[in-house]
Every structure is written in C-alpha cells, then in structure tokens.
C-alpha cells in the first residue's frame, strides 16, 4: 500500500511548492494521492518490464516512485509557462486577479475601497499581491492622490 500512496504524495506536496493550492486539509487528498501514486507505479512498472535487463530495480523504484513524483510538478509548472499551453492547455492562474499580477508588468492602479474612497497607486517590480488561496492583498509601491475625477495628481511622499 505504501508504494501506491508514497509517489502521489510526494507529487502532492512537492506541487504546492508551485501551483497555487489550498492544502489545509490532507484529508480530503489521500485518494489523490492514492491515483498519483497508481499512475507512478504503473509507469515505473512498464518502464521496468521495458528496460529491466539494463538497470536494477531498485534504480527504478527510487527514481520512478520517489525522484520522478518530486520532480513532475516543475515539468508541468514549465509547460504551463510556455505560450502554447498556456494559452490552449494549462492555466496555471485560478483567478483574473492572479492572472493579472503573475505578470509582473507595471500598471496604474485606483483601488476602490469599501467605504468609497478610491487610492491611486503604482504597482510595479517593489510591489505585491497575494495570490491564490490567500485572500486578494496588495502592496503598492507608490501610493497618489487623486482628483475628483480619478486623475493622478501627486506623489505621496514616503508612501512606502
């Protein structure tokens, strides 16, 4: 039982390193982590049956249940950054809120806060969000005043 949950765990929790998940509760997980660990061991045991008269088998079940698991998530994490599957396949961002910021760009930003006051701000290579499961924050580097109509006027000094 062990060498069916083993990998999919490992692939579960060296994926959290990289895409954006909620993993409070491991609970809800084990038989995703049972599936991972099935498809692992299946490829680790084709492989073998392919290969076994050229590498020892223990080779085998440390790279295809443990090595393989650990290193599958920044594979998919490098597909979802190419533009191809980024755009057809495999987004990697659960909201437009990430979607925007995982960027990186620079952007004027006028926040519009609950009691309605709106702040003008720059967001840039300084700046921050939080990103998915984490609720929406955000880190401006420079913060502005606006006029009445939403125009940027003037730099608040030492508005870090």
């Not at 979607?99 to 921050?128: A, E, M, P, Q, T």
Request: glycine share 4%.
């Amino acid at each position: 039982m062990l060498l069916l949950f083993l990998p999919g765990f490992i692939f579960i929790k060296s994926s959290t390193l990289f895409i954006a998940s909620d993993n409070s509760d491991f609970s809800k997980k084990w038989y995703d982590a049972v599936a991972y660990g099935i498809i692992f061991s299946g490829l680790t045991y084709i492989s073998y049956m392919l290969l076994n008269a050229y590498i020892h088998i223990y080779a085998f079940l440390i790279v295809g249940m443990v090595i393989l698991p650990f290193i599958s998530p920044f594979l998919l994490q490098y597909l979802r950054s190419k533009s191809f599957f980024h755009k057809h396949i495999l987004r990697p961002e659960v909201s437009a809120w990430d979607y925007i910021f995982s960027s990186r760009k620079s952007y004027w930003i006028i926040l519009h806060l609950k009691d309605g006051r709106n702040i003008g701000g720059v967001y840039s290579s300084n700046s921050f969000t939080s990103s998915f499961p984490y609720k929406q924050d955000i880190y401006l580097e420079e913060v502005w005043k606006l006029d009445e109509n939403k125009n940027f006027v003037d730099r608040i000094k030492r508005s870090a």
